[in-house]
């Protein structure tokens, strides 16, 4: 089952950072952090991952906390394409168990 | 275009029929995914592969559902008998041997009962 907890929606101006929480309490040592999104009729996409460290691509940066038991997806310069269903998964990595994705936070982007 | 791709795109069928659905992964991709997703929810995983090997099931793969991948490259899903409740949009993934794991999805199969 999803070991994640995140809210249900949020709003982001265009052209501003969107800072989407995630909290994972009961992380373990092995288990990274994911994150995908998934616009309307289209398959999730993958964006990042990390274990402990902060972590930052092309896409998007990944902030942990150092406990660990949180983390935020962060979409610098949010435009409307990036209006999706955002999930943030915890998985052993390697493992070749599936995802948990649970039900995500809708994040739209305001014109 | 070298992703995932699925076919078909959408589905109609009627109670009781059965309907197959194929997917082709990423080729240099061994691990294959299915998953179920259902309006306003996150994907549910149904079953994977590795190669030729279905190494692990849901139990939401009823009796009436049946994954191959006999090659170890294209995969199948097929429902027996469908019913209502088996309406959803039906997504393959793909992954490599990679440390991270990473799983890329195609653009999922919509079924949809009459």
């Known amino acids: 089952d999803a070991k994640t907890t995140q809210p249900p929606s949020m709003d982001c101006a265009e052209g501003r950072a969107a800072n989407l929480p995630c909290n994972h309490s009961?992380?373990?040592?092995?288990?990274?952090v994911y994150w995908y999104r998934q616009i309307h009729s289209q398959g999730p996409q993958y964006i990042i991952h990390?274990?402990?460290n902060n972590e930052t691509n092309e896409m998007a940066s990944l902030i942990i906390t150092e406990d660990r038991k949180s983390s935020t997806l962060i979409l610098p310069h949010a435009t409307l394409r990036d209006t999706a269903v955002y999930y943030c998964?915890?998985?052993?990595?390697?493992?070749?168990?599936?995802?948990?994705f649970g039900t995500g936070t809708s994040l739209t982007v305001i014109p | 275009d070298t992703g995932v791709s699925q076919d078909p795109r959408h589905k109609i069928t009627k109670r009781g029929q059965n309907v197959t659905f194929r997917c082709d992964p990423i080729?240099?991709?061994?691990?294959l995914y299915w998953y179920r997703q259902t309006l306003g929810q996150g994907p549910e995983f149904l079953t994977y592969?590795?190669?030729?090997?279905?190494?692990?099931k849901s139990r939401l793969l009823s009796d009436r559902f049946s994954a191959e991948r006999p090659k170890g490259s294209f995969s199948t899903l097929e429902i027996q008998r469908t019913e209502q409740g088996d309406s959803a949009m039906y997504l393959c993934?793909?992954?490599?041997?990679?440390?991270?794991?990473?799983?890329?999805f195609g653009p999922g199969t919509r079924l949809t009962g009459t």
């Open positions: 993934a793909s992954s490599s041997r990679d440390v991270r794991g990473e799983q890329y």
């Open positions: 009961t992380i373990s040592g092995n288990e990274y």
């Open positions: 990390g274990l402990k």
């Open positions: 998964i915890v998985r052993v990595v390697n493992t070749g168990n599936q995802f948990y």
């Open positions: 080729s240099e991709h061994n691990r």
């Open positions: 592969f590795q190669n030729e090997a279905q190494l692990e």
